[in-house]
C-alpha cells in the first residue's frame, strides 16, 4: 500500500521570504503523480502543483516549485516570495497512474507572518 | 473551468435524522466522484469512489450502509448520511473528476455536518 509522510505539522515563515515543505511517500509502483494541494482557512481544496513521476523535470507555477527525488521517494514544495495569502495547510497527495485516488499526507499548516 | 458545487455548506440537525450532500459538476461532465471525510486540523480520508451508473465502490471501514452514495447522472452525486449521530459529525469533501484516471480532480468546498 502507498503511504505519504508529511514530517513538519506547523512552519512559519515571514512575509517575502522562502519556506519548504517537505514530503515523502512509499511505494512499489514506477509510474505515478504527485500533487501538492492548498487548503486555507476556507477549507476549500486548491491544487497548487503536479508533477508526473516519468518526468525528470521538476513542475513549477509562479512562485511554486518542486524538488522531486524519485530514487529518494521525495517531493518537497518551494514557496518562493511568500505572501500573506499563501497561510493555509498543504496536502501532499499520491496518485497511481489509472487509479484516480489520491492518497493524502497529514498536513503541513504554514503560518505566513507579516 | 472545471468547477464543483457541494451543497450544503452547513448542516445541523438532531441525532437520528438522515442527511444527503449533494456535489455537482457545473462545467463538466464527471465520470467519477469521490467523497472524503476530514475531521478538524487532520487529512483527507477517501469514503468512497463512485462511477456514473454504477454502485460505489467504498474504502476498508466505512459502512456502505450508512454513508449510501449515488451517481445516477454525469453531472450529480449525492451522499446520505443514514440515522446520523453525534460521531458522524465531520467535514465531507467531494471531488469530481472527468475523463480518464489520470486527470485531475475538482475539489466542491465541503459541508460541515454537526450532529447534535
Known amino acids: 500500500a502507498q503511504t505519504v509522510t508529511q514530517s513538519q505539522p506547523e512552519m512559519s515563515v515571514q512575509e517575502a521570504e522562502t519556506v519548504t515543505l517537505s514530503c515523502t511517500y512509499d511505494t512499489s509502483e514506477n509510474n505515478y503523480y504527485l500533487f501538492w494541494y492548498k487548503q486555507p482557512p476556507s477549507r476549500q481544496m486548491i491544487l497548487v502543483i503536479r508533477?508526473?513521476?516519468?518526468?525528470?523535470q521538476n513542475a513549477t507555477e509562479n512562485r511554486f516549485s518542486v524538488n522531486f527525488q524519485k530514487a529518494a521517494k521525495s517531493f518537497s514544495l518551494k514557496i518562493s516570495d511568500s505572501q500573506l495569502g499563501d497561510t493555509a495547510m498543504y496536502f501532499c497527495?499520491?496518485?497511481?497512474?489509472?487509479?484516480?485516488?489520491?492518497?493524502f499526507g497529514q498536513g503541513t499548516t504554514l503560518q505566513v507572518k507579516p | 473551468g472545471a468547477v464543483v458545487s457541494q451543497h450544503p455548506s452547513r448542516v445541523i440537525c438532531k441525532s437520528g435524522t438522515s442527511v444527503k450532500i449533494e456535489c455537482r459538476s457545473l462545467d463538466f461532465q464527471a465520470t467519477t466522484m469521490f467523497w472524503y471525510r476530514q475531521f478538524p486540523k487532520q487529512s483527507l480520508m477517501l469514503m468512497a469512489t463512485s462511477n456514473e451508473g454504477s454502485k460505489a465502490t467504498y474504502e476498508q471501514g466505512v459502512e456502505k450502509d450508512k454513508f449510501l452514495i449515488n451517481h445516477a447522472s454525469l453531472t450529480l452525486s449525492t451522499l446520505t448520511v443514514t440515522s446520523a449521530h453525534p460521531e458522524d459529525s465531520s467535514f465531507y469533501i467531494c471531488?469530481?473528476?472527468?475523463?480518464?484516471?489520470?486527470?485531475?480532480?475538482?475539489f466542491g468546498d465541503g459541508t460541515r455536518l454537526s450532529i447534535l
Open positions: 508533477q508526473e513521476a516519468y518526468k525528470q
Open positions: 471531488s469530481a473528476r472527468g475523463g480518464d484516471s489520470n486527470q485531475p480532480q475538482h
Open positions: 497527495a499520491f496518485m497511481k497512474t489509472n487509479t484516480g485516488k489520491l492518497i
